[in-house]
């Protein structure tokens, strides 16, 4: 089955540098790739995915890669501000109707 | 809200009880999820309903019984619980194919045995 492993496991960083966060995954099969921001009592939020047929997704501050080939995608969070402190997950699917399956988790926290 | 509701937000629950967690969306999503979330673990996949089916259960112990009644509710029905079964409990449910393969989370309902 599908195995997803996350680095780090915490992240601290200074208010506006830039944070990486990566993941790599087992299944070639996969095909969607989630990161999700849980903030303390407010669950998990999707922010940003992106699907195996592109390279590179941003919206904003935030920007997923995806390197098929390898196997592992990353988050990238630029000018980073002390609202972005939460834990983040990433997460690897076959698509609809199929589990996800979830990294670790790393804890981000950004100082200002 | 993120249109997957959950309630109850807390509970607190002795071994020899019985309770339930309700999960209930509006969105048009035709599969549902449960996972827990424990400290410093994963998120583990407990079960998956595909349009009221029950599609897969990820070895979960039978004190969890998830019921889902219809394509906007699931329930997961908890009895005789150990205390390592304290957990955040998260509702999921995704959309069909297309352009957006989404999952939608609850906020979750912390569970406390004791």
């Known amino acids: 089955g599908e195995n997803v492993e996350q680095h780090p496991s915490t992240l601290s960083v200074q208010e506006g540098d830039s944070a990486v966060i990566k993941c790599t995954y087992s299944?070639?099969?996969?095909?969607?790739f989630p990161w999700y921001k849980q903030e303390l009592g407010k669950g998990s939020q999707l922010i940003i995915d992106i699907r195996s047929n592109v390279g590179e997704k941003k919206d904003q501050r935030i920007a997923v890669t995806l390197n098929k080939t390898a196997k592992h995608f990353s988050l990238h969070i630029t000018e980073t501000q002390p609202e972005d402190s939460a834990v983040y997950f990433c997460a690897a699917s076959k698509g609809y109707g199929n589990k996800l399956v979830f990294g670790a988790g790393t804890i981000l926290r950004v100082k200002s | 809200e993120t249109g997957v509701t959950q309630t109850p937000r807390h509970l607190v629950m002795g071994m020899t009880n019985k309770k339930s967690l309700k999960c209930e969306q509006h969105l048009g999503h035709n599969a549902m999820y449960w996972y827990k979330q424990s400290a410093k673990k994963p998120l583990e996949l407990m079960f998956v309903?595909?349009?009221?089916?029950?599609?897969e259960n990820n070895s979960v112990p039978s004190r969890f019984s998830p019921e889902c009644p219809n394509s906007s509710h699931l329930f997961l029905h908890l009895h005789t619980l150990q205390p390592e079964d304290s957990a955040l409990y998260l509702c999921a449910s995704s959309q069909p194919g297309g352009s957006n393969y989404g999952y939608t989370f609850g906020s979750g309902t912390r569970l406390t045995v004791v």
């Open positions: 309903y595909n349009f009221k089916e029950q599609t």
């Open positions: 299944d070639s099969a996969s095909n969607y």
